[in-house]
């Protein structure tokens, strides 16, 4: 008998091995595989690892959750912060800075250097819109001569001398005419010295669209305005 050891490096447990005339190998032997702490470990993994495991998950979580909501709220503070600031810079600029296409209300003392240029309002715009140069050097004026100027309004002034020989009277005829009877006529005497017990008068005779009749005891040269529609 012979004894040999098959399984060698690997645990096992020794067994005879018999050879008989005709050679045969008798190979009867229990061989078992035992998982050493086995139980153990799993009831390790399941009563220790894994609750601790759980439970420090769950306070990162825990952890993460407040960090991730004092950044937003952080961040959403310093957007609405920069918003803020943006509003005023806006508001500043608004006060500051005048606008060429919405409609703006100024307010206070403001100085403007070089030329300022505006629209000229309407010839008959009597709101109170800017007056512009060519508004108040005539651009309301329609038409205008030696001894008249008329209006976009429509009022005409004429104005002249007129040199009265009799007290039949002396005619004036217009430069233009009036489109209504009811204007006014001024006259005046022009004397060659004051004499303060002495008036002068003179009386308009008739009147028309055209020109007046002007009659008075006082010979000479009056002064004449006519003023209307």
Do not use: R
Request: proline letters at 2%.
């Amino acid at each position: 008998m012979t004894e040999i050891n098959i399984f060698e490096n690997y645990a096992s447990k020794e067994f005879d091995v018999c050879f008989q005339d005709e050679a045969a190998l008798n190979t009867t032997a229990d061989l078992k595989y035992v998982k050493y702490g086995q139980d153990e470990i799993d009831n390790y993994v399941a009563s220790v690892s894994k609750p601790e495991l759980s439970n420090y998950v769950d306070d990162q979580k825990q952890v993460i959750n407040i960090e991730t909501n004092q950044s937003i709220t952080s961040i959403s503070n310093a957007v609405q912060q920069g918003i803020d600031d943006i509003n005023t810079v806006i508001a500043e600029y608004d006060q500051s800075y005048i606008t060429i296409d919405t409609e703006q209300v100024i307010t206070g003392d403001k100085t403007f250097e070089g030329s300022l240029q505006a629209v000229t309002p309407d010839a008959d715009d009597l709101s109170p819109c800017v007056a512009t140069t060519a508004f108040v050097n005539g651009g309301n004026i329609v038409s205008q001569g030696t001894n008249h100027v008329q209006y976009s309004g429509g009022l005409i002034m004429q104005w002249g001398t007129i040199e009265v020989s009799n007290s039949a009277g002396e005619n004036c005829v217009y430069e233009i005419p009036f489109t209504s009877n009811s204007y006014a006529i001024s006259l005046t005497h022009i004397a060659d010295a004051v004499t303060p017990i002495t008036f002068s008068t003179a009386s308009v005779v008739s009147h028309s669209l055209t020109g007046f009749s002007v009659g008075s005891n006082d010979l000479g040269t009056w002064f004449w305005l006519a003023i209307g529609f």
